[in-house]
């Protein structure tokens, strides 16, 4: 049993940010997204929750995470949109950007846009 190292799996690696001109930045997950935090080892970092919401249009997961540096608890929330999925599946091109990357504090207040994954 290890439901943790389950969850995070479903966290992805990276995120990309748009720099306007500047192409895309990588940015890790593995970072805590409170205010005031810098904390950005992953072994201080427990997922520990996983809510998932499906729709026609969208997948959305949220992922409950444990911050043991500042002890607060953020989510990860990965939205992927399914209408851009299914129109680049027929094609050999890259597929576009089809998920959105948000960061809520434990209230579910947002604390932003991260990016893309
Ligand atoms: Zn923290």
Redesign the pocket.
Known sequence: MNDDEDLRDEIPSYAFISLARRGMEKISLDQ?F?KN?D?DDPKLLEPFKKEEIENDKEQIRKIYIK?K??G?TYILKLKTLKLIAKSTQDTDEEPLSMGLVYALDEEENNLGHIGYF
């Open positions: 805590c409170l935090c904390n911050c540096k500042c607060g």
